[in-house]
């Protein structure tokens, strides 16, 4: 007979009956006092059980088959728009004008009058907004197919635009026109949302780029600066982003022979905003610019901030950056939009990063006859990379990779070119890394070349996957005026974008606006090894490109 302990063991969830428990289930058996019966509980369980399967399959029913799924947008590989009796301007912005979730193009011409039959008909007339013919028009088109989704005359010429702002949760473009007035435009309707006569001066020209700011008149709105020159005096206009109305007098500086300017944001919150000349950098903080505008005792001052670092450093070079670098100042930019991000300073032959907390220069690399402002890529996962054009002779250029961290040589090419051609662009990548499209003509040195034909420039796509392979996409012989890489879809559907025809200041004609897929260009491109034999088949390397996926920055 087994032990009740080695019963415990072959049964360790059974519990051992005590003694006399007979006798109290009997006990319970006739009692008619408390709870529901376990029978019953269970019929409950089970019903409630199956009811909420029913709802769930109801639900998951519903959304598959009853409710329609949101369409997405069938938008073409490719696509252009003509605008005849034209010139464009070098403005060229994205934004979703339509609501579809699809970026849209953004662009600005000058044209006058037109005949009912040309591609500009549903134009409104310049003679209509009070500007004489040819005045500047803004027009937004649509990314999926290239239609007109609204077109406006802006001015009777465009000296500024931003289309990055926002008004009431909405898009907007910010348009600084000519005759001096301020219009801020719904990025949906062409709408204006308010418009106000500006005042810069006698003589003066108002400078590139304007500055949207913090909000300081509390309007819970980011305001912007507008700076303009009349002589070696700089002067600032602080406006209201909500109504467009000018907050405070014009400040002004003494900075002869300026360059151009940029804001700059530390770790610490304080704005500053930096000017460059030739011979030097200088950086002065929002709060000293408006307290020059509005004077010492204007209550705004309170919300302004200054950073202890930069104030060291420039009060005692009379508001001078430090820099190690020598030659003439052309660019200023910085390697990121976050706040403290460092400051790259390209020379007439020199770059130079300048650390954008503590500022004081970080490495310095020669790069003679820098040809056009870098570009910010990734060679590495997550590795800022610099793109750099030089001018190694008249008819021949170089593209050179530096490392953004050490200031090394990465990677370049040279290319033949006039000189002409537009800046670089890059595209993020799904490996955290970037695809470089840059323009120019590829001279293999192993092969007999005759005579390069003047003024022809392709499109060469570079990723540093493939460090011996550019892949030749296409090529112009048109004026391009801006281009620019772009993702229309969130992580997709990745697109170069060209703005060709004549530029405002030459005479008019047929400007083209156009929309090509990177991925359909990929498939006819020609596959260039560089000074090397062919390491695999041309194909495999389309298809290599073709599988890539790119991703949104940021």
């Not at 193009?105 to 013919?133: K, Y």
């Not at 190694?392 to 040279?414: L, P």
């Not at 993020?428 to 420039?457: C, H, I, M, N």
Request: a negative charge; hydrophobic letters at 40%.
């Amino acid at each position: 007979m087994a032990r009740p302990e080695a019963e415990a063991e072959i049964h360790p969830l059974k519990a051992p009956e005590a003694p006399g428990g007979g006798a109290r289930d009997a006990e319970k058996e006739a009692g008619g006092g408390g709870g529901a019966q376990p029978g019953r509980l269970s019929q409950w369980r089970t019903a409630a059980f199956f009811l909420s399967l029913y709802l769930c399959l109801g639900v998951a029913f519903a959304f598959s088959f009853v409710i329609p799924c949101p369409v997405r947008p069938a938008s073409q590989a490719a696509w252009h728009r003509a605008y005849d009796g034209a010139a464009a301007y070098a403005f060229l912005a994205a934004g979703d004008a339509d609501g579809d979730r699809v970026q849209d193009l953004i662009v600005a011409f000058q044209a006058g009058p037109v005949p009912r039959n040309a591609s500009g008909a549903d134009r409104d007339s310049c003679s209509g907004a009070g500007f004489a013919p040819p005045c500047a028009f803004l027009a937004a088109q649509s990314g999926t197919n290239g239609s007109t989704l609204w077109e406006r005359p802006v001015g009777q010429e465009l000296l500024l635009m931003d289309c990055s702002v926002e008004h009431g949760g909405s898009p907007a473009c910010l348009v600084l026109g000519s005759p001096p007035s301020l219009a801020l435009l719904d990025l949906e309707t062409g709408q204006t949302r308010w418009n106000e006569a500006a005042n810069f001066g006698t003589n003066s020209t108002v400078l590139s780029p304007l500055l949207k700011i913090p909000d300081i008149d509390r309007d819970r709105v980011p305001d912007f600066l507008v700076f303009a020159a009349t002589g070696e005096e700089i002067k600032s206009f602080f406006y209201s982003a909500k109504f467009g109305t000018q907050m405070t007098f014009s400040g002004s500086l003494h900075l002869p022979g300026l360059v151009g300017h940029l804001s700059h944001v530390t770790k610490s919150g304080a704005c500053y905003v930096l000017f460059y000349t030739a011979e030097a950098l200088f950086a002065y903080s929002l709060k000293e610019l408006y307290r020059r505008a509005a004077g010492p005792a204007s209550p705004a001052l309170a919300i302004l901030k200054e950073d202890a670092d930069w104030e060291m450093a420039i009060q005692h070079r009379a508001r001078q950056v430090p820099l190690a670098s020598s030659g003439d100042i052309q660019y200023v930019t910085k390697m990121s939009e976050k706040p403290g991000s460092h400051i790259l300073v390209a020379r007439s032959a020199m770059l130079e990063l300048v650390n954008g907390q503590q500022p004081s220069s970080l490495w310095v690399v020669e790069v003679p006859h820098i040809l056009r402002e870098p570009v910010l890529g990734a060679f590495g996962p997550d590795e800022v990379a610099v793109a750099i054009e030089s001018r190694v002779s008249r008819e021949a250029k170089k593209v050179t990779i530096v490392e953004g961290s050490s200031g090394a040589t990465r990677w370049e090419v040279e290319l033949l070119s006039e000189g002409q051609s537009p800046k670089p662009s890059t595209l993020a990548t799904a490996d955290r890394r970037s695809v470089f499209l840059f323009w120019g003509l590829y001279q293999d040195k192993r092969e007999e070349t005759g005579p390069w034909p003047g003024g022809q420039q392709r499109l060469y796509l570079f990723h540093p996957s493939l460090p011996t392979v550019l892949l030749e996409m296409t090529n112009s012989t048109e004026p391009i005026v801006a281009f620019e890489g772009l993702l229309f879809e969130r992580s997709r559907h990745a697109c170069y974008v060209l703005l060709a025809g004549p530029p405002v200041g030459s005479s008019p004609g047929r400007v083209v606006l156009s929309k090509r897929k990177l991925k359909e260009d990929i498939l006819s491109s020609r596959v260039v090894w560089l000074n090397q034999m062919p390491q695999d088949t041309d194909q495999n390397v389309r298809d290599y490109f073709h599988r890539m996926r790119f991703r949104t920055s940021g």
